[in-house]
């Protein structure tokens, strides 16, 4: 057998193979949508049981107020019948009957002499019927509202050359753990922070306001000795004051601020990615409402409307009014599941609302607090907002997405950390500083490659760069970089390839030619928002993975004019594959495993050779990508049935409403 004949049978049998694991993958993923929708059925069974549940307690609690009313009435009737039997009228009449029919008996003329004499009436019954209560059937009866422990992930470790002693809650000094070497943990009563502080001198003390049982007074005097920054942080829970023994001062908020008569500058709380993030988790969404927190009442504008609306409320110190819907508080590492099992948060606390909306949880406020969702200043307002977000998951979804956009636009732990190094005075070693990107693209159609060139533009991200290949077009690639820098981007690169070439071997020409960390494919005809390189750069902050993409995703059908949402269930977790089009790639990683030299499937290729070598593919949100797919197919290089599509999606709307998806 020649050589040539050899290599075209090894090609085959991975052909044969890659379409095996292709069909495998599918009746995976078939299956894996059957699960999900079997799982919903009885979420929605379970649901329906617990209202009939509650119907139950109703009629049971009426039947009981009804027999307590009837059995009043009888205790009332026969009360008003004794006192008329015991009045004098009553038993002189009795008396008289008595005589008239027996005129010479005795014992008439005594009952008349009795008749005469007073008799104290009975006892009137009280004036309302017994109160009676409807059967107690608590949330944590009816529901299973316990959620496993979140998985706390070791690093990585933003800072690792500044070392930093922490004073914080927990769930403060845990998140902060990420941002630097962190020196915490200390046991009141013992001299051990002395002992640590010798042998590993921090760079600088934070102590947050909790209540430690440590000597702060000690440790700040120490760190003046030793000529270490300090700085307070007033989170408004605790003792505030040990602020004066510190070099700075911070609060996060105007009204913390102004419990320090010296002032503070403002640092508000933040969201840690790798601890606040959208990924998915099982029983996601399954319950409507939680407020989590101990009972506070100004937010009686959010807790007033919530129990008709299914509220669990996670806390202690709630009136009585509330008591069915109180569940016990969990551990700080079981609420980051347990948060995500809700539709909506009511935010108790100035903390919650930024590690809410992290997790793509939406959030609805008091009139007084910061946050990244509707407020609300009385109870009419509350019940309004609530019903909204309950009845429009659409509205919730996009709500939580523009949320979790500003968290990671300016409101990390990583931003508040930098603005603490920059005010002791000590230097960030990482600062934020947007990676430079590079987008790939292969195209054989003239026609697409200003359409291209519109859709790289657009995006907010910068550095940006552009790398097109120009497979068999005869186009100048000058005439291209003009068009591409008169739309508005600073770092094009425009290649050519011969027709020969297959797409695999164009793209890694592309690759080649590419300078970003990070490194993207695209298609010349798919749409895509002006957000979509941020977004899925902000997912590499907790996704753990080498490849960040869509998965689940819009799709214009050109030959019905409706626009289909794939694979809705397939947003905010790993994954097996992504879409071709819509991937984002750490580039020294693709560069190592590069594109197989096909003429179709080496995206396909590439997700098979990296879960092969366990690197983790990461589906981020559904919204920034749209695929279209016209009416001709032969315009495709992947041909399927528009029906097909149809069958791996629902039909979220027809036309196309640019603002619902690339926003």
């Given at each position: 057998m020649t050589q040539a004949g050899k290599f075209g049978d090894d090609a085959a049998t991975q052909r044969e193979r890659a379409d095996r694991l292709a069909a495998e993958n599918a009746a995976v993923r078939a299956r894996l949508d059957e699960v999900e929708h079997e799982r919903r059925d009885r979420d929605r069974h379970v649901e329906l049981l617990r209202r009939r549940l509650a119907e139950v307690a109703r009629e049971l609690g009426?039947?009981?107020?009804?027999?307590?009313?009837?059995?009043?009435?009888?205790?009332?009737?026969?009360?008003?019948?004794?006192?008329?039997?015991?009045?004098?009228?009553?038993?002189?009449?009795?008396?008289?009957?008595?005589?008239?029919?027996?005129?010479?008996?005795?014992?008439?003329?005594?009952?008349?002499?009795?008749?005469?004499?007073?008799?104290?009436?009975?006892?009137?019954?009280?004036?309302?019927?017994?109160?009676?209560?409807?059967?107690?059937?608590?949330?944590?009866?009816?529901?299973?509202?316990?959620?496993?422990?979140?998985a706390i992930p070791d690093g990585p470790v933003n800072r690792p050359g500044v070392t930093a002693a922490v004073v914080a809650s927990p769930a403060v000094a845990l998140a902060l753990r990420y941002e630097w070497r962190q020196l915490d943990g200390f046991r009141p009563g013992t001299d051990d922070w002395r002992d640590v502080f010798e042998a590993e001198r921090p760079d600088l003390l934070l102590v947050a306001s909790a209540a430690s049982g440590l000597p702060i007074e000690e440790m700040a005097a120490?760190?003046?000795?030793?000529?270490?920054?300090?700085?307070?942080?007033?989170?408004?829970?605790?003792?505030?004051?040990?602020?004066?023994?510190?070099?700075?001062?911070?609060?996060?908020?105007?009204?913390?601020?102004?419990?320090?008569?010296?002032?503070?500058?403002?640092?508000?709380?933040?969201?840690?990615?790798?601890?606040?993030?959208?990924?998915?988790?099982?029983?996601?969404?399954?319950?409507?409402?939680?407020y989590e927190g101990d009972y506070d009442e100004e937010d009686e504008p959010l807790l007033a409307p919530a129990p008709k609306l299914g509220a669990h409320f996670r806390g202690h110190g709630f009136p009585h009014k509330y008591r069915q819907r109180v569940v016990a508080p969990l551990p700080y590492e079981k609420s980051l599941t347990a948060r995500k099992h809700y539709q909506v948060l009511l935010a108790a606390d100035g903390r919650q609302p930024y590690e809410a909306a992290a997790a793509g949880v939406p959030v609805v406020l008091r009139r007084s607090a910061p946050g990244f969702g509707p407020a609300v200043a009385d109870a009419d307002e509350g019940r309004t907002v609530l019903r909204a977000l309950l009845a429009a998951p659409e509205l919730r979804d996009r709500q939580a997405h523009l949320a979790w956009?500003?968290?990671?636009?300016?409101?990390?732990?990583?931003?508040?950390?930098?603005?603490?190094?920059?005010?002791?005075?000590?230097?960030?070693?990482?600062?934020?500083?947007?990676?430079?990107?590079?987008?790939?693209?292969?195209?054989?159609?003239?026609?697409q490659i200003d359409h291209a060139i519109a859709q790289t533009a657009r995006q907010t991200w910068r550095p940006l760069q552009l790398v097109i290949v120009l497979h068999g077009l005869d186009v100048e690639t000058a005439a291209v970089e003009k068009r591409a820098r008169e739309a508005g981007?600073?770092?094009?690169?425009?290649?050519?390839?011969?027709?020969?070439?297959?797409?695999?071997?164009?793209?890694?020409?592309?690759?080649?030619?590419?300078?970003?960390?990070?490194?993207?494919?695209?298609?010349?005809?798919?749409?895509?928002?002006?957000?979509?390189?941020?977004?899925?750069?902000?997912?590499?902050?907790?996704?753990?993975?080498?490849?960040?993409?869509?998965?689940?995703?819009?799709?214009?059908?050109?030959?019905?004019?409706?626009?289909?949402?794939?694979?809705?269930?397939?947003?905010?977790?790993?994954?097996?594959?992504?879409?071709?089009?819509?991937?984002?790639?750490?580039?020294?990683?693709?560069?190592?495993?590069?594109?197989?030299?096909?003429?179709?499937?080496?995206?396909?290729?590439?997700?098979?050779?990296?879960?092969?070598?366990?690197?983790?593919?990461?589906?981020?949100?559904?919204?920034?990508?749209?695929?279209?797919?016209?009416a001709d197919p032969s315009k495709h290089t992947w041909q399927p049935d528009d029906r097909r599509l149809l069958a791996n999606g629902r039909v979220a709307f027809y036309g196309f409403a640019e603002e619902h998806v690339l926003f």
């Amino acid at each position: 057998m020649t050589q040539a004949g050899k290599f075209g049978d090894d090609a085959a049998t991975q052909r044969e193979r890659a379409d095996r694991l292709a069909a495998e993958n599918a009746a995976v993923r078939a299956r894996l949508d059957e699960v999900e929708h079997e799982r919903r059925d009885r979420d929605r069974h379970v649901e329906l049981l617990r209202r009939r549940l509650a119907e139950v307690a109703r009629e049971l609690g009426d039947t009981g107020r009804r027999a307590a009313e009837q059995a009043h009435r009888a205790e009332q009737a026969e009360w008003q019948a004794e006192a008329m039997r015991r009045r004098r009228r009553w038993r002189l009449g009795e008396a008289l009957t008595a005589v008239r029919r027996r005129p010479l008996a005795a014992a008439s003329y005594r009952r008349f002499a009795g008749a005469l004499r007073g008799r104290a009436l009975p006892a009137a019954p009280p004036d309302a019927p017994k109160r009676t209560r409807r059967p107690e059937i608590r949330v944590a009866d009816t529901e299973p509202l316990d959620a496993p422990a979140a998985a706390i992930p070791d690093g990585p470790v933003n800072r690792p050359g500044v070392t930093a002693a922490v004073v914080a809650s927990p769930a403060v000094a845990l998140a902060l753990r990420y941002e630097w070497r962190q020196l915490d943990g200390f046991r009141p009563g013992t001299d051990d922070w002395r002992d640590v502080f010798e042998a590993e001198r921090p760079d600088l003390l934070l102590v947050a306001s909790a209540a430690s049982g440590l000597p702060i007074e000690e440790m700040a005097a120490w760190c003046r000795e030793h000529r270490v920054p300090t700085v307070y942080w007033d989170t408004g829970d605790g003792p505030h004051e040990h602020a004066a023994l510190f070099d700075h001062v911070f609060a996060v908020d105007q009204a913390t601020a102004a419990r320090h008569a010296n002032g503070a500058r403002l640092l508000p709380f933040a969201a840690q990615p790798r601890l606040h993030n959208p990924i998915r988790v099982p029983g996601q969404g399954r319950y409507p409402l939680l407020y989590e927190g101990d009972y506070d009442e100004e937010d009686e504008p959010l807790l007033a409307p919530a129990p008709k609306l299914g509220a669990h409320f996670r806390g202690h110190g709630f009136p009585h009014k509330y008591r069915q819907r109180v569940v016990a508080p969990l551990p700080y590492e079981k609420s980051l599941t347990a948060r995500k099992h809700y539709q909506v948060l009511l935010a108790a606390d100035g903390r919650q609302p930024y590690e809410a909306a992290a997790a793509g949880v939406p959030v609805v406020l008091r009139r007084s607090a910061p946050g990244f969702g509707p407020a609300v200043a009385d109870a009419d307002e509350g019940r309004t907002v609530l019903r909204a977000l309950l009845a429009a998951p659409e509205l919730r979804d996009r709500q939580a997405h523009l949320a979790w956009r500003d968290v990671h636009a300016a409101h990390t732990y990583r931003h508040r950390v930098g603005t603490l190094l920059e005010a002791v005075g000590l230097r960030d070693p990482a600062p934020i500083v947007p990676p430079p990107v590079s987008l790939v693209l292969s195209t054989n159609r003239p026609g697409q490659i200003d359409h291209a060139i519109a859709q790289t533009a657009r995006q907010t991200w910068r550095p940006l760069q552009l790398v097109i290949v120009l497979h068999g077009l005869d186009v100048e690639t000058a005439a291209v970089e003009k068009r591409a820098r008169e739309a508005g981007l600073d770092d094009v690169v425009v290649l050519t390839a011969d027709r020969s070439l297959p797409l695999g071997a164009c793209l890694n020409l592309g690759l080649d030619a590419a300078g970003g960390a990070y490194v993207g494919k695209m298609d010349d005809d798919e749409l895509y928002g002006p957000h979509y390189v941020a977004d899925l750069v902000a997912a590499f902050s907790y996704a753990d993975a080498g490849v960040v993409g869509k998965l689940a995703h819009y799709a214009y059908l050109e030959s019905v004019g409706a626009t289909v949402l794939r694979w809705p269930d397939h947003e905010h977790r790993h994954v097996d594959h992504l879409r071709g089009g819509a991937l984002l790639a750490e580039a020294d990683l693709l560069r190592t495993y590069r594109f197989a030299d096909l003429p179709r499937g080496e995206d396909t290729d590439l997700f098979r050779r990296l879960r092969g070598d366990g690197v983790r593919l990461y589906a981020a949100d559904r919204y920034s990508f749209v695929t279209v797919r016209h009416a001709d197919p032969s315009k495709h290089t992947w041909q399927p049935d528009d029906r097909r599509l149809l069958a791996n999606g629902r039909v979220a709307f027809y036309g196309f409403a640019e603002e619902h998806v690339l926003f």
